[in-house]
């Protein structure tokens, strides 16, 4: 059973850091590409970025540049999300992804799904 596990959401201040992260299991991700999603209600999954399993590239909406980060553990199966300089409208459930497709920024793509972790930045 394909498992996609996050962690580390939480309330932070403006200016603040987090650093979420999603722990996969259940197959190998290594042909994959690894996403992260935000959403807020009542509006879209956004696109936050993605980075292919073997770590050779890394894509992110051009909105969250030089702020967020995507890396990844091999040996712990864990991809993480860095979020720097966090403002209020960072806040949203945040979602782990996996897509077969290589570097896809649209939702649809991706076929596992964590169950979101919140992150909520205050001003």
């Known amino acids: 059973q394909v498992q996609l596990v996050e962690s580390g959401g939480g309330l932070v201040q403006a200016g603040g850091s987090l650093r979420l992260s999603c722990a996969a299991s259940?197959?190998?991700?290594?042909?994959?590409?690894m996403g992260w999603f935000r959403q807020v209600p009542g509006k879209e999954r956004e696109f936050v970025g993605v980075?292919?399993?073997?770590?050779?590239?890394?894509s992110y909406a051009d909105s969250l540049k030089g702020r967020f980060t995507i890396s990844r553990d091999s040996a712990k199966n864990t991809v993480y999300l860095q979020m720097n300089s966090l403002k209020p409208e960072d806040t949203a459930v945040y979602y782990c992804?996996?897509?077969?497709?290589?570097?896809?920024?649209?939702?649809?793509?991706?076929?596992?799904w964590g169950q979101g972790t919140q992150v909520t930045v205050s001003s």
């Open positions: 980075a292919s399993w073997s770590g050779g590239s890394t």
């Open positions: 992804a996996a897509t077969p497709r290589g570097d896809s920024r649209v939702a649809a793509a991706y076929i596992y």
């Open positions: 259940g197959r190998t991700f290594s042909s994959y590409g």
